[in-house]
Each structure stands twice: as C-alpha cells, then as structure tokens.
C-alpha cells in the first residue's frame, strides 16, 4: 500500500522560507513521478510542482516559478518543496502526490496522495 506523508508545514510570516518534505513508502519510488499540490480555503486543488523519476526536468506552475524548488531523494524516498520568500498567498494545505506514468501537472493524474500539511503565512 502506497503511503505519503508530509512534513515541514506551519505558521510563518511573510519572506520567511519552509522546506516541505514527503516521505513515501510500499512502492518502488524510482519508478514514479512526483508531484507537489495545494488547496487554498474555498478554491480548488493547484498543481505547484513535479519531478520525474530521474530528478531532472521538474515543472513549475507560472506562480511559483523563481520561489518553489522541487527535489527528490531515490535513495531516501524523499521529495521536498523549498518555498522561498513566502506571502500570505502561498497560505494552504502542501500535498505530495505521486503517479507511475509520465510528468504530469493535473491532479487527476495522480493516483497517489498524502494527507497534507498546512502552511499558514502570516502578514
């Protein structure tokens, strides 16, 4: 059974950075794409970011080009989310996502999702 589980999220003001990470077990983590979401309140799940198997090429979504870094760790099963300069937009619930077929950046691409991890940035 696929298993993700967030960490990283919490309350911080405005220009401050988080690292987001998600640690993934019961699949063979080369093997699939990962991707980063968020779920503001009252708005839809947004595609952030995603990585490919290999850890190059990663896809930003046009708002966070320049402050998000996706990354991943095959050897730890690990991927991570650096957000830099952080604003009060950026407040919502991080999902780790995770898919074994091509990049993709629509969440109904993904089959695999964790539980999330809420950021909430302060003015």
């Known amino acids: 059974q696929v298993q993700l589980v967030e960490s990283g999220g919490g309350l911080v003001q405005a220009g401050d950075s988080l690292r987001l990470s998600c640690a993934a077990s019961?699949?063979?983590?080369?093997?699939?794409?990962m991707g980063w979401f968020r779920q503001a309140p009252g708005k839809e799940r947004e595609f952030v970011a995603a990585?490919?198997?290999?850890?190059?090429?990663?896809s930003y979504a046009r708002s966070a080009k320049g402050r998000f870094t996706i990354a991943r760790d095959n050897a730890k099963n690990m991927v991570y989310l650096q957000i830099d300069t952080l604003n009060p937009e950026d407040t919502a619930v991080y999902y780790c996502?995770?898919?074994?077929?091509?990049?993709?950046?629509?969440?109904?691409?993904?089959?695999?999702w964790g539980q999330g991890t809420q950021v909430t940035v302060a003015s």
């Open positions: 996502a995770a898919r074994a077929g091509l990049l993709g950046t629509v969440a109904d691409a993904y089959d695999n």
């Open positions: 990585i490919n198997r290999s850890g190059t090429g990663p």
């Open positions: 019961g699949l063979t983590f080369i093997d699939y794409v």
